[in-house]
């Protein structure tokens, strides 16, 4: 079997953590994969955030990259890091996975849902403008190309997991015009996907439905603009036990970056707190996109079972007494 590479962005904060502790289970489990390390601090270049040349290199080359969480720079005009990798390789769709660790008991079980976010625009499209002091406007840029990109790539996720159903989680009664348009270009397309099935639903409702019974969201695919993306990884996460828990994908046509939906943490960073899980199940679905599929069922199972141990082998944010090192090396010995 040949060699990969793959581009690591540390990040920020618990993210030399948790990366250490990725790249440990994963000399001991054996995959194939050699890691080329890529600094991204940040530069401003012409007044934009800009990463570095040799970070654009090495993912442009290797297509794939492990991330952790990057802090957002201080400093007149820097934009969020993690926001500027997305449009920088126009990772058009965020997949975020949620699916409940038999052997942690959280008041619901048996969650398994998958939600795909709109990845470069909406309100994150970073066009804010003071118009008079006390009014301020922040742009929440809806297009057709952009929409027609993650939804065409929530028809495909249908269609390769088997879920075959499309949700679109929308607030169109209200963003008539741009939530209207990402559910307009939903319709349209529905005509090229006959055997997936297309329905819709607003906000509300899903994050009502949602946190009264989750498993009814478990056999399709949500897709829903990017704030509304952002704010219903988190609301998923806390069902199954937290942040220390949920991966995701930034998928774009060429290249992908996998990486935790948490942040640093500064507040726990450097103290052995910081729980990897995240960050391995983030490598996991990157080993599948590989497809190193056995690589990533077996580092999987290994967690799964490490966390079902006990909480003497799980993170503090798991409610357990484990260290990051402890929890690593239980990963390591449950391979
Ligand atoms: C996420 C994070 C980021 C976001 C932050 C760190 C910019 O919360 O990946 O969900 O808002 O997208
Ligand atoms: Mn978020």
């Known amino acids: 079997k040949g060699n990969y590479t793959v581009t690591m962005i540390e990040g920020d904060g618990i993210g030399v953590e948790i990366s250490e502790a990725v790249k440990d289970i994963y000399k001991a489990a054996k995959v194939p994969i050699e890691w080329e390390a890529a600094d991204v601090r940040p530069l401003l270049i012409n007044g934009k955030t800009t990463i570095p040349e040799p970070a654009v290199k090495s993912i442009n080359k290797n297509l794939v990259a492990l991330k952790g969480p990057l802090a957002t720079p201080?400093?007149?005009?820097?934009?969020?890091?993690?926001?500027?990798?997305?449009?920088?390789?126009?990772?058009?769709?965020?997949?975020?996975?949620?699916?409940?660790?038999?052997?942690?008991?959280?008041p619901y079980d048996n969650v398994d849902t998958v939600l795909i976010r709109e990845n470069t625009e909406g309100e994150y499209s970073g066009i804010e403008h003071v118009i008079v002091p006390g009014v301020v406007q922040s742009i929440k840029l809806i297009t057709r190309p952009a929409s027609e990109k993650v939804i065409r790539y929530a028809f495909?996720?249908?269609?390769s997991t088997g879920r075959n159903h499309v949700l679109v989680v929308h607030k169109a009664s209200i963003m008539k015009l741009s939530d209207g348009l990402f559910v307009e270009v939903a319709k349209e397309l529905a005509s090229e996907y006959p055997n997936v099935k297309l329905?819709?639903?607003?906000?509300?409702?899903?994050?009502?439905?949602?946190?009264?019974?989750?498993?009814q969201y478990n056999n399709l695919v949500m897709v829903m603009p990017n704030l509304y993306g952002d704010i219903m990884s988190d609301l998923s996460?806390?069902?199954?036990?937290?942040?220390?828990?949920?991966?995701?994908?930034?998928?774009?046509?060429?290249?992908?970056?996998?990486?935790?939906?948490?942040?640093?943490?500064?507040?726990?960073?450097?103290?052995?707190?910081?729980?990897?899980?995240?960050?391995?199940?983030?490598?996991?679905?990157?080993?599948?996109?590989?497809?190193?599929?056995?690589?990533?069922?077996?580092?999987?199972?290994?967690?799964?079972?490490?966390?079902?141990?006990?909480?003497?082998?799980?993170?503090?944010?798991?409610?357990g007494s484990s260290s990051t090192s402890h929890y690593t090396e239980q990963v390591i010995k449950n391979l």
């Open 74 to 106: 201080v400093g007149k005009g820097h934009q969020s890091l993690n926001l500027t990798l997305r449009r920088t390789f126009n990772l058009f769709a965020n997949v975020r996975p949620c699916k409940s660790i038999v052997g942690y008991k959280t």
């Open 156 to 159: 495909q996720h249908a269609i």
């Open 199 to 215: 329905s819709f639903e607003n906000l509300d409702n899903t994050s009502l439905k949602l946190v009264q019974n989750p498993s």
């Open 237 to 319: 996460s806390g069902l199954i036990g937290g942040l220390g828990l949920t991966p995701s994908g930034n998928m774009g046509d060429k290249v992908s970056i996998f990486e935790a939906v948490h942040g640093s943490a500064p507040d726990i960073a450097g103290k052995g707190l910081a729980n990897p899980t995240a960050l391995l199940l983030s490598s996991c679905m990157m080993l599948r996109h590989m497809e190193l599929n056995d690589h990533a069922s077996k580092i999987e199972e290994a967690v799964y079972k490490t966390i079902a141990s006990g909480p003497e082998n799980r993170t503090k944010d798991l409610k």
